[in-house]
Structure formats: C-alpha cells, structure tokens
C-alpha cells in the first residue's frame, strides 16, 4: 500500500494560515454544503436527476424508467425535493417533477467533466 507523504517541519506557516482561516465554512453552512452532496452519493436519486434533467417527468414515468417501484422513486424524489434540488407541478391528478434549477445540472455537469478528464 502506497503511502501519503507527511509534513516534516515543526513550524506553523501562520501566514499562509491566516489567510484560509477567513475562507473556511462555519457551523451549519459547512454541514449544509455535506449534506447536499450526500444526497449526490446514492446512484439512483443521480439517475433520477439525471432523467429530470432531460424532461420532466411523473413518478409513474420514473418507475418504468429505473425499473423501480412507484414507492421508491417518491422515497427519493421526497429526499431530493426536501433538498431544492427536484421542483413539482400539478396537472390535474398528475404531479409533475423536474430539476429544481440550472445549479442543479451545472453539479451534474461538474461531476461528470470530472469523472471523464
């Protein structure tokens, strides 16, 4: 196993600390920004986004689409709308569910340059 290079020197680079200090998130904004990404980590609410993406779409379409039950694709799209990253309209008896805005699909977008680079 390979193993991570340690830093060596005793001495605290204050400089360079003082500086990322004022950038670091706090609290709750740092456990908020985990906990979206979180919601990133499960690969079937990223297909369900990844569907949203292209139309929207009932929890009926979803199913069939992931070849899932109608149960677990409302357990994720209520995960995912709780999070403002799905939005819903009503037509009718119909709820329609889409990507809550463009952030969305730039973090989809971002993740996959990654992955593909």
Request: glycine share 6%; hydrophobic share 45%; charged share 25%.
């Amino acid at each position: 196993m390979e193993r991570l290079p340690v830093c060596e020197c005793e001495s605290v680079h204050q400089d360079v600390v003082d500086a990322v200090r004022p950038k670091l998130l706090h609290g709750d904004e740092a456990i908020d920004l985990a906990a979206l990404y979180k919601l990133f980590g499960d690969g079937t609410r990223v297909r369900i986004m990844q569907a949203l993406r292209v139309h929207e779409l009932c929890v009926c379409d979803l199913a069939c689409l992931l070849g899932m039950t109608k149960s677990a694709i409302s357990h994720q799209l209520k995960a995912l709308r709780l999070s403002n990253l799905v939005r819903f309209r009503r037509e009718g008896q119909n709820v329609f569910y889409a990507l809550a805005d463009e952030h969305v699909e730039q973090i989809l977008d971002l993740g996959l340059d990654h992955l593909r680079e």
